[in-house]
């Protein structure tokens, strides 16, 4: 902005130090963080490891991460499940979404119900999922895949109906005059004109989906995940036990933010028009 | 006036019994303080081939008598007739242009006019109404444009793109709703002299809604003036007697231009003034 306009920067160099001066503020704010946690953690008697140690004692953890019991391929569970949850809820929270968003005495009669149920915590669900799935061969993890499926359909058809009633009046004025056939009205017009709604729905559920599978690993027994690998390190507590639920912590959230900016990307990718 | 018979009633004898009737149409809402009469026992046939303009204030009650014609509204008392059978809902042989274009801005200029042809004419093969397409495209000059999608192009090759939706699925009627009222003055001259060619073609028959008294001189044959709401009414009714084809220039220094173009301002400003309160 304050360049002079006498030597004007290529593009990709304009690019690349607008770049550069975007990563300076988190840089500097991050890094001002990492040092007050180590001022605060330094003391000889302090129970919380500060960041150095956190790093050097679990390099082991991060190398070793991709056997069956470490950090990583717990994660890799934890996201299969979110996938198979997340993806059933997509499907039928999408269909009944349309479906009532279309017909006005499914939508005025199941309202009030969504509304109830949408506001459950997802954890409110854990008991009777796991009673549900007591007999199946694997009880928790199915218990875990049902606990996401709840957690995340709600935001998923509630938008989804939402957008189907906010369909512009021009659109459904083109439909009418050409008497377009059930088929051609849901491809050409409900779903493209809906999507955009669809996809907020689809941020929500992810973002609550994965609030919820670590919820709920850390409580039932034998699922495995990354609840349950942070829980074990916390009954364990052993000496490099808290550094360990530090470094999964982190990979949660990190590991969220990717699932949210994925689900935004594709968004962005079906409705950039 | 009828001396002026304009060249299709000369030629073809069989199109003076009226094509589109509008019987005693009344449309009445209902209100906690009583009816809102929006219009009041309109009367009007529209011959085939011929080209109507409808012109009044906003508030007029203009577009609800379009509604009706186009079968997005129903009328309280009275029915509207096309060809002998009552308009009770939206259909393609009544299609309507838009003055905002209704333009699906997901697909292209040829998916948008596809979509049309494919659901009206479905027992034509994909090649006939590819054609079908592409031709009517081509009438509305927009070959270039094809595969562009309408946030690609400008105000008037969009409304082109709806005019070419809806004659290719050949209605009986077309209906336009102010379709040049967005358009820069520029722009809007061509596309009126565009769609006169398109009509001098087509002789298809055309219910318009304008604001603009020249436009309706130059295009129509007979011209409709409202009253204002509500109870609007039709107050006057013009034959435009210029002849066809016609060439704006030749008919801007017609003298009877002038007299009609009077006629109608007295009618808008004087007899039935809009007052905002």
Same mark, same amino acid.
């Given at each position: 902005?304050?360049?002079?306009?006498?030597?004007?920067?290529?593009?990709?160099?304009?690019?690349?130090?607008?770049?550069?001066?975007?990563?300076?503020?988190?840089?500097?704010?991050?890094?001002?963080?990492?040092?007050?946690?180590?001022?605060?953690?330094?003391?000889?008697?302090?129970?919380?490891?500060?960041?150095?140690?956190?790093?050097?004692?679990?390099?082991?953890?991060?190398?070793?991460?991709?056997?069956?019991?470490?950090?990583?391929?717990?994660?890799?569970?934890?996201?299969?499940?979110?996938?198979?949850?997340?993806?059933?809820?997509?499907?039928?929270?999408?269909?009944?979404?349309?479906?009532?968003?279309?017909?006005?005495?499914?939508?005025?009669?199941?309202?009030?119900?969504?509304?109830? =149920? @949408?506001?459950?915590?997802? #954890? $409110? *669900? +854990?008991? !009777?999922?796991?009673?549900?799935? /007591?007999? %199946?061969?694997?009880?928790?993890?199915?218990?875990?895949?049902?606990?996401?499926?709840?957690?995340?359909?709600?935001?998923?058809?509630?938008?989804?109906?939402?957008?189907?009633?906010?369909?512009?009046?021009?659109?459904?004025?083109?439909?009418?005059?050409?008497?377009?056939?059930?088929?051609?009205?849901?491809?050409?017009?409900?779903?493209?004109?809906?999507?955009?709604?669809?996809?907020?729905? =689809? @941020?929500?559920?992810?973002? #609550? $989906? *994965? +609030?919820? !599978?670590?919820?709920?690993?850390? /409580?039932? %027994?034998?699922?495995?995940?990354?609840?349950?690998?942070?829980?074990?390190?916390?009954?364990?507590?052993?000496?490099?036990?808290?550094?360990?639920?530090?470094?999964?912590?982190?990979?949660?959230?990190?590991?969220?933010?990717?699932?949210?900016?994925?689900?935004?990307?594709?968004?962005?990718?079906?409705?950039?028009? | 006036?009828?001396?002026?018979?304009?060249?299709?009633?000369?030629?073809?004898?069989?199109?003076?019994?009226?094509?589109?009737?509008?019987?005693?149409?009344?449309?009445?809402?209902?209100?906690?303080?009583?009816?809102?009469?929006?219009?009041?026992?309109?009367?009007?046939?529209?011959?085939?081939?011929?080209?109507?303009?409808?012109?009044?204030?906003?508030?007029?009650?203009?577009?609800?008598?379009?509604?009706?014609?186009?079968?997005?509204?129903?009328?309280?008392?009275?029915?509207?007739?096309?060809?002998?059978?009552?308009?009770?809902?939206?259909?393609?042989?009544?299609?309507?242009?838009?003055?905002?274009?209704?333009?699906?801005?997901?697909?292209?200029?040829?998916?948008?006019?596809?979509?049309?042809?494919?659901?009206?004419?479905?027992?034509?093969?994909?090649?006939?109404?590819?054609?079908?397409?592409?031709?009517?495209?081509?009438?509305?000059?927009?070959?270039?444009?094809?595969?562009?999608?309408?946030?690609?192009?400008?105000?008037?090759?969009?409304?082109?793109?709806?005019?070419?939706?809806?004659?290719?699925?050949?209605?009986?009627?077309?209906?336009?709703?102010?379709?040049?009222?967005?358009?820069?003055?520029?722009?809007?001259?061509?596309?009126?002299?565009?769609?006169?060619?398109?009509?001098?073609?087509?002789?298809?028959?055309?219910?318009?809604?304008?604001?603009?008294?020249?436009?309706?001189?130059?295009?129509?044959?007979?011209?409709?003036?409202?009253?204002?709401?509500?109870?609007?009414?039709?107050?006057?009714?013009?034959?435009?007697?210029?002849?066809?084809?016609?060439?704006?220039?030749?008919?801007?220094?017609?003298?009877?231009?002038?007299?009609?173009?009077?006629?109608?301002?007295?009618?808008?400003?004087?007899?039935?003034?809009?007052?905002?309160?």
């Amino acid at each position: 902005m304050t360049t002079a306009p006498a030597r004007p920067a290529s593009p990709t160099a304009e690019k690349a130090i607008e770049i550069f001066q975007s990563l300076i503020p988190p840089v500097i704010c991050s890094s001002a963080t990492l040092l007050l946690w180590q001022l605060l953690c330094s003391g000889a008697d302090s129970k919380m490891p500060g960041p150095i140690k956190v790093v050097s004692q679990t390099v082991g953890t991060i190398t070793g991460g991709f056997s069956e019991t470490g950090i990583w391929m717990q994660l890799l569970n934890s996201l299969t499940r979110v996938g198979i949850g997340y993806v059933a809820a997509a499907i039928l929270g999408i269909a009944i979404g349309v479906t009532i968003g279309v017909n006005k005495f499914l939508r005025d009669g199941f309202d009030p119900l969504i509304q109830i =149920l @949408r506001t459950v915590p997802p #954890l $409110a *669900w +854990l008991p !009777i999922s796991t009673i549900l799935f /007591l007999q %199946t061969p694997k009880p928790a993890e199915n218990a875990g895949i049902f606990l996401i499926f709840i957690t995340a359909i709600w935001p998923i058809i509630i938008n989804t109906a939402v957008g189907v009633q906010q369909i512009p009046k021009d659109y459904t004025n083109v439909a009418k005059v050409l008497k377009l056939s059930g088929k051609d009205f849901l491809l050409s017009i409900l779903i493209p004109s809906t999507v955009p709604y669809i996809f907020t729905g =689809l @941020r929500i559920g992810i973002g #609550l $989906a *994965w +609030l919820a !599978i670590v919820a709920a690993e850390m /409580l039932s %027994t034998g699922a495995g995940g990354i609840g349950a690998y942070i829980w074990n390190e916390y009954t364990s507590m052993l000496d490099d036990s808290i550094s360990k639920i530090i470094l999964a912590v982190f990979s949660v959230g990190l590991v969220g933010l990717v699932l949210d900016r994925i689900v935004g990307w594709l968004g962005s990718l079906v409705v950039a028009e | 006036m009828q001396t002026l018979t304009s060249p299709i009633e000369v030629t073809e004898k069989t199109m003076d019994k009226p094509f589109l009737v509008i019987d005693q149409v009344s449309k009445v809402y209902p209100t906690k303080t009583g009816d809102y009469i929006v219009l009041d026992g309109i009367d009007l046939s529209v011959k085939e081939g011929e080209f109507v303009c409808v012109i009044g204030h906003s508030g007029c009650g203009k577009s609800t008598l379009l509604d009706m014609v186009s079968g997005f509204n129903t009328p309280t008392s009275g029915q509207v007739l096309l060809n002998g059978k009552a308009i009770t809902k939206p259909g393609p042989d009544r299609m309507v242009v838009f003055q905002n274009y209704c333009l699906l801005p997901w697909k292209t200029v040829y998916e948008n006019v596809h979509l049309a042809v494919s659901s009206v004419f479905p027992e034509k093969s994909k090649a006939e109404q590819d054609e079908i397409v592409r031709s009517n495209l081509h009438m509305v000059g927009l070959d270039e444009a094809i595969d562009k999608k309408p946030g690609q192009i400008s105000g008037g090759m969009k409304q082109r793109v709806s005019i070419a939706r809806a004659l290719s699925i050949r209605p009986e009627i077309l209906i336009l709703d102010e379709p040049f009222g967005a358009l820069d003055a520029i722009t809007k001259e061509e596309l009126q002299e565009e769609l006169l060619d398109i009509w001098e073609e087509h002789r298809i028959t055309v219910m318009m809604i304008t604001h603009d008294i020249d436009e309706a001189l130059f295009l129509c044959d007979r011209l409709v003036m409202m009253s204002n709401g509500p109870s609007a009414k039709i107050g006057e009714i013009l034959d435009i007697p210029f002849d066809r084809p016609r060439d704006r220039a030749v008919v801007m220094e017609d003298p009877r231009y002038i007299k009609l173009r009077n006629q109608a301002l007295d009618f808008l400003y004087n007899r039935f003034a809009h007052h905002e309160d």
